[in-house]
């Protein structure tokens, strides 16, 4: 009896365990995996936000949640996306840029979000998103294709600020004494004249204005001009529109008076942020720049006596742009429900304001005033501008009549074209500009090339055209037959040699595929399937998002023909191989000083070694600093040598913009290979050892026979260190068609395409416009390339290449 209690006790025991064990299993909270969410102190906010829309489901819901936040991904970062939409593991919520809203919804990643809307409205929702509640531009811009997309959750707009006391020195004041601004674009340029100053040399200290610095772009010029960048229905660039070619034939002629397009860059890149920025200090009087400079005035210079007014126009009522964030749901999210009520929720008056509490009183915390940003919500701008401007008593006159003024103009902003080709028409726009202002083309002829690669790419995204998808059966079949082929071939060839198998050489092979097989399975999975796959999508339409279709040549056809940028990035990279010899020379000239047995000469190799183990990415940014023009350290020394002005004069007379290095298109490229040779210590360790293998008999020899140390050098030195030629001329011709990371962090491709490398080309191609095919075609023509190079190396080596095993 006793013992049937305890087994029934056991039983009931061990069921409670099992229905205790489900409950917590059924309560694990769901994760909503949020990306995007900002950095810096406006992140403290936005954890505030998503914080207490967790506690408020939590308390109504059954089912718990957990937020998890990230900054990686969303904004303006598309790779980290497109990789997790493509794996089946996209984030619930993703905070992205509107400007590239319309190409993710054209590529169907993200769902609409009418029905969400629709129903909120028919069940009156709390915080229920309604269109009339944002500023137009903020919720044509998050919209494609008649659909809603995202909605918006900040915004930003663009005025003109000015230093006062810089314009009343010059004499511009109104009747009153107080400073007048420039009212339209001829003052503008006026302006800009009069307010600049140079110094003994000729450098610029102060600027009066430059068209792009702060935060305008050709964008704003043009819709100020009356122009158009698209047609109303989305299907033609009007990149070339008349008014757009006059808005940049001004901005190049306010850059040709201030001496240049270059010699404004060169000063440009003498500016900091923050504390240093080049306004708050006076080295520029007037830039046309968002509202978040409010709040970079009131920390760091509130004593500032400046202005704020809408940037001039030529003529008619002022004229805006706005950009900013929007919340968008990925397809494929595993929550969209739950997802919908965080973006409800987390564009809520409500909740703007709980953000703008918390980071306000963080400020408040360290001693610093607080400026908020302005919120694509119209109502809830108000509560902000009520909250903390209106009645913040560390907000001055000035700052509340300003912010005001940014608020007021929203209504009047243009917002950039909503369109699939939204990324590639902002850089044509901005590459037209550079183009124009560099004078490498006229402003008719720069937006005519930009409007051409635009439409192109427009017409293919609408094209009635349509290409089969990839039969992917088709390669495989034709690998396995390869494969089948190659193992026939081989085994016939072992059997031809005559060599006899038997049980135990076939356990030991066996056997040693086996203790192989780890590196086999990682070189065909990670290495060689890849590789495969790459050259099946060079014949592919494919964008990582959709089925890849079979588009044959067309490609490669288009790369070769129709594409004038894919031959001028060949050209830049082609022209880098002139920093391999230069590389060489002085690698081997440093090895023969430090081939010498000296007391510290360990030291010295160690410090001339130690360029070549900086990262390239820490030498690229101390190099923008040794490149820059007027403070550089390269400049400074040649001043110091009473040698700037007359290379200074030199370099003009050739044609270039003088001593400005980056910032010059023909000295651009030179630039960077003088960086390379910075890094001559990686070929000088090779070549070292090179020099302590040449037998100290053939000098000698050589002595005997009357050499000279010029002689001995060419005689002796050059055959015997050819095979160290010989590697590195084939390991530095394929280092340098593979660079990236200079012109991705030092020029971002300019000035003018100047430092658009292949690979840096190759690379925007498959990550900025998805153009995966596009790109995979352009990885073969450059593995081609490297190989016809390499062979034509190997080819001639036997006429100068001397190994020490030869016999004669």
Known sequence: ??????????????????????VAVAMEPIEITVW????GEGMIGWLAASQEFERNYNANHEQPIR?????????????????????????????QDRLSIG???????????????????????????????????????????????????????????????????????????????????DELKEYAIKLTKKNERGDLERVGFIPNYGNSWLYLYGWQNGGRFMSPDGLTCTLNDPRIVEALDWMTSVYDVLGGRAVVDGFISTFQGGILDPFLNGKVAMKVDGNWQLGNIARYKPDLNFGVVAAPVPQGEPITWSGGFSYAIPRGTQHPEISWQFIRWMTSPDAVVLMNRVVQKYNKSRGRPFVPGISANVRANERIYQEFVESNPDINANLRQYFRLFIDLMPSSRFRPVTPVGQLLWDEHARAFERGTFHEYTAQEALDIGTRAVQKELDRVFRKKTYPPMQWRYPIALLVVAIGTASVIASLRFRKQGRQTNRMSIGEGVAGYLF????????????????????????????VLHTANFVGLDNYKLMLTNDPLFWKSLWNTVFMILGVPLGMILGLAIAMLLNTEVRGIAVYRTIFYLPAIVPVVASSILWIWIFNPQAGLLNSFLRVLHLEVPLDSLLKWLGTEGLLWLQDKHLAKPSIILMGLWGAGASMIIWLAGLKGIPEHLYEAAEIDGANRWRKFLNVTIPMLSPYIFFNLIMGVIGTFQIFTQAYIMTQGGPVDATMFYVYYLFNNAFQYFKMGYASAMAWILFLIILILTLIQFKLAPRWVHYETEQK
């Open 516 to 543: 192989a097989s780890p590196w086999i399975i990682g070189f065909i999975v990670f290495t060689a399937g890849p590789i495969l796959v790459s050259i099946v999508l060079s014949f592919c339409e494919y964008d």
């Open 103 to 185: 190409g993710w919804a054209a590529r169907d990643a993200f769902i609409p979000l009418d029905p969400f809307i629709q129903q909120d409205a028919a069940t009156n929702a709390p915080h229920a998103v309604r269109a009339e509640d944002y500023y137009s531009a903020c919720w044509s811009e998050a919209a494609y294709g008649g659909k809603v997309y995202a909605i918006p959750n900040s915004t930003d707009d663009r005025a003109l600020y000015y230093n006062k006391d810089l314009l009343k020195a010059a004499g511009y004041v109104d009747s009153s004494g107080e400073a007048r601004p420039p009212q339209n674009w």
């Open 1 to 22: 009896m006793y013992l049937k209690q305890h087994l029934l006790l056991s039983v009931v025991g061990f069921l409670s365990v099992l229905a205790i064990g489900g």
């Open 67 to 95: 937020i998890v936040t990230s900054t990686q991904g969303g904004r303006m970062n598309p790779q980290k996306l497109m990789c997790a939409i493509a794996g089946n593991e996209p984030p619930d919520v993703i905070n």
């Open 36 to 39: 995007g969410l900002g950095e």
